[in-house]
């Protein structure tokens, strides 16, 4: 996320990965009739995130900084997930 215009942190990976993820469920809902089959890639994505909250074997962080860098993994879980989320909510309510 350290992308910058201006002073502003931008949380360009965050949106891609909202964008991406949506478009994966998307796919998914193409191959199968199940609402929860088709979120297989958003619960994947969500444990990848999960996963590197954790510190490695040097313990290095990939999450963390000053600022709004400190906050990078909730803005990268509401922008990453929120898209696949309001798209199974509507399939779900819709009937498709």
Do not use: C, E, K, Q
């Not at 088709?38 to 963390?64: C, E, M, S």
Request: net charge positive; proline share 6%; aromatic share 8%.
């Amino acid at each position: 996320m350290p992308v910058r215009l201006g002073g502003v942190a931008l949380p360009l990976s965050a949106a891609l990965s909202g964008l991406l993820n949506a478009m994966l469920v998307w796919a998914a809902t193409h191959y199968t009739d199940s609402i929860r089959l088709a979120a297989v890639p958003l619960w994947t994505w969500l444990a990848t995130v999960a996963a590197l909250t954790f510190g490695g074997p040097g313990n290095d962080v990939v999450f963390g900084g000053r600022g709004l860098l400190g906050y990078s993994v909730v803005i990268l879980l509401v922008l990453g997930a929120l898209p696949p989320v309001l798209l199974l909510r509507r399939m779900t309510f819709s009937g498709s």
